[in-house]
């Protein structure tokens, strides 16, 4: 292990699946990187450790956390920033009402979620974890914008073994269906800071009385920031999933609801909740006292609810009556009965909506039947990529991934970009009147008539990160010669701000004639267009975007999205390297713990890994740490050469045999290299003892499969039972060390 105090590296310690394949390829990261002289430093991000940072003064001195998060921001603010970041938690309030509990269970003094706090205490926890829950991790360390790609050894591979793919029927009944009218897409207003305009607006809302009352008092607002307000009308969001339930009857086909409550942690839980009170509406409507006195609240979704009426028969009864006479539920899992509403964090749009078109229009309902689903997706901002796409493969088929070229992306995300750096500016109407922003200088910049219950928001753009993301769509379209697309709505105003910027900047460079503006809709028009004839295109979209985006396109093209490379160019300086999606982290801790087998795939951990130890050799002239990159290319290319990745089945070879090929590839790479003769000399034996070796060690990994798994918790697992998991040959360990 290097000597030196201050890490080269930091490595984050997060959540669920991710986190348990750390326990394992770590200590290999670590060992390796140690011979080049790089420290591999921690951080931790878990949801866990962010729950502990923010109530010292509840634990005893050994039991409190640095808030590590909070370190990182100011880490990724420095051109010394190096960070693999791996997907954690973006809690919903049941998640962190779980993991609340989890930790008091283990002797942790932290004080209830409150879900209607009245006494100080409550509204001061409340605080507390509001500020935890949803995406409370990117946004502080996005301090870049992303180039998000398919790495070329995952794209060979994909092509040369394709994945099963539905097939797409012309007649498929399988649809997107939005609001007509009235929702955050139709009542945006957006403006572009003047330097007049520019300091601390406040956010007010003006009661039917005249009465002013302060919602935030101090709203930073930049010269250049595109600063949006818009709001979606509840009166309409209910009309609107009334008539989609009712819709999806007449059809004949499963009602599935896509949103991200995860990111959106204060709108999307609201829409959600409208949902279930929709589905459920006979229920709500007679027995609304005795399920407010249950402490029911639908934004938690129908398994809270179920939980807590399970001993009322009367109720349970009308439950049932109106499921039997509902149409047909998309299910997250048919066998347990966890439907599309039981959890608000269950079914998160960027991962189902592109498993929905995987799957050619299709998805399971209560009996695991397959069928065709009408995908509710409320607002109209983003939902036209998807019924595009659905309309593209209805009428052209399955997308052939053996010939499919690639669609990267370059998304707008740094300093809290866009919709996803809302949740402090978001607010339900108390009652009818007006939300509207006030600038510093007195003058009132957005304005809206609103109603009780009514969803508002705002967000802002800054300057800074929105010429660095278009300066980086010309580095990635002059270095690869793509199609390049920037999918901006000129019928929406946030977009029509940003083509301000966008338009001018391509003429003054001189590349004008090198980039399309097209609305998202026509942009995945021609994207699939181009994939499917076997070319290329960059995505250039803004944050929001970027998620869905970097999902979809990976999922029809890989399989997945996990196997993305996702490099942060920090806007000082840094890097930060991001691995992968971890929607479906949950199924595979799951598994684990029944069968002793992990599925995940750690493709975008190796990936992060070769370009954090690149970007080290450039950055702080390490040759070695360049050549241990180049060596962990090798790897990553071995492991898929070999098809060395995880099964998903107990008893198949899964995350901890795919990380025993990794080490002895990278370690034949590095014998193998001759630029460097020491470390060459150095894994030479290495490499000879993981080879000669070989049967012995995957005989003790597979020994390990095949009974449950005790990790000593799920949010906070016990460490020492988790190494003992992750870890199970002996032989391997003492090769590494």
């Given amino acids: 292990m290097s000597d030196k105090s201050n890490p080269d590296v930091l490595y984050t310690i997060v959540d669920e699946a991710p986190e348990l394949a750390s326990a394992s390829l770590l200590p290999i990261i670590r060992t390796f990187a140690a011979a080049a002289g790089v420290n591999v430093g921690t951080k931790n991000i878990s949801l866990a450790a962010r729950i502990l940072s923010a109530f010292p003064d509840s634990l005893t001195a050994a039991q409190r956390q640095i808030n590590d998060l909070a370190e990182l921001g100011t880490l990724v603010k420095t051109p010394e920033a190096n960070v693999i970041k791996l997907p954690n938690i973006s809690a919903s309030v049941p998640q962190l009402v779980a993991a609340i509990s989890e930790l008091q269970s283990q002797g942790y003094a932290l004080p209830d979620y409150p879900e209607e706090p009245s006494t100080d205490a409550e509204k001061t926890a409340r605080a507390g974890y509001d500020a935890i829950k949803g995406s409370a991790v990117n946004p502080v360390l996005r301090e870049g914008n992303s180039d998000r790609r398919a790495a070329k050894a995952v794209k060979t591979y994909a092509q040369n073994n394709p994945h099963s793919m539905g097939k797409w029927a012309s007649d498929s009944k399988t649809k997107v269906s939005s609001m007509p009218a009235d929702d955050f897409y139709a009542n945006e207003k957006a403006a572009t800071i003047t330097a007049a305009q520019a300091g601390d607006a406040k956010i007010e809302f003006v009661g039917s009385d005249g009465t002013v009352t302060t919602l935030k008092d101090s709203w930073p607002l930049e010269e250049g920031t595109i600063a949006d307000a818009t709001f979606m009308s509840a009166k309409a969001l209910a009309a609107f999933l ?121 998805g399971w309902d209560a009996a695991g039947n397959k069928g065709d689903t009408n995908c509710v997706i409320p607002d109209r901002c983003y939902a036209t990529i998807y019924d595009e796409a659905i309309n593209f493969f209805k009428a052209n088929g399955a997308l052939d991934v053996t010939t499919a070229g690639s669609v990267a992306n370059v998304g707008l995300m740094a300093q809290k970009a866009e919709e996803y750096g809302s949740h402090p500016t978001t607010f339900q109407a108390p009652a009818d009147g007006v939300i509207r922003v006030v600038l510093a200088n007195g003058d009132t910049l957005h304005s809206h008539g609103v109603e009780a219950g009514d969803i508002w928001r705002a967000c802002t753009a800054k300057k800074a990160p929105i010429e660095n993301w278009i300066e980086l769509a010309m580095d990635r379209q002059r270095l690869t010669g793509s199609e390049s697309i920037f999918w901006l709505d000129a019928g929406r105003a946030h977009d029509a701000q940003l083509i301000a910027y966008v338009t001018p900047a ?232």
């Fill in 506 to 737: 391509l003429a003054a460079a001189g590349v004008a004639d090198k980039f399309q503006i097209m609305t998202p809709r026509e942009a995945t028009a021609q994207s699939l267009k181009t994939i499917t004839a076997g070319n290329d295109s960059i995505a250039i979209s803004g944050n929001v975007l970027r998620d869905y985006l970097t999902d979809l396109f990976p999922i029809l093209e890989l399989g997945t999205s996990a196997k993305m490379l996702s490099i942060v160019k920090l806007m000082n300086g840094g890097g930060l390297f991001e691995t992968g999606a971890g929607g479906s982290a949950p199924k595979h801790v799951q598994q684990l713990v029944e069968q002793n087998h992990l599925r995940w795939d750690s493709m975008g951990e190796f990936c992060a890994l070769g370009e954090s130890l690149n970007f080290l050799a450039d950055s702080q002239g390490n040759a070695k740490a360049g050549i241990l990159g180049v060596a962990a290319e090798t790897a990553t290319q071995g492991i898929l050469d070999n098809n060395r990745s995880p099964s998903r089945k107990v008893g198949e070879p899964d995350n901890r045999d795919s990380h025993y090929w990794f080490a002895r590839y990278w370690a034949e790479a590095l014998a193998a290299q001759s630029d460097d003769a020491d470390l060459a000399a150095h894994f030479a034996p290495v490499a000879a003892d993981l080879a000669a070796k070989e049967q012995q060690i995957l005989a003790e990994l597979a020994a390990a499969q095949g009974k449950p798994a005790d990790l000593g918790g799920y949010f906070h697992t016990d460490p020492a039972k988790t190494a003992a998991v992750m870890r199970p040959s002996a032989t391997l360990n003492a090769i590494i060390g």
């Fill in 242 to 362: 009334t008539d989609a339930i009712e819709d999806t009857k007449a059809d004949g086909t499963m009602f599935s609801l896509h949103m991200k409550a995860t990111m959106m942690k204060v709108s999307d839980p609201i829409i959600f909740g409208h949902a279930v009170k929709a589905w459920l509406a006979p229920v709500f409507d007679k027995f609304g006292a005795e399920l407010e006195a249950l402490g029911v609240n639908a934004n938690s979704g129908m398994g809270d609810l179920l939980d807590r009426v399970a001993d009322n028969a009367e109720i349970m009864a009308a439950v049932d009556a109106v499921t039997a006479d509902r149409p047909a539920m998309y299910m997250v899992d048919s066998d347990k009965g966890i439907t599309n509403l039981h959890v608000p964090s269950d079914v998160i749009i960027d991962a189902s909506m592109p498993a929905i078109i995987r799957a050619g229009g299709k």
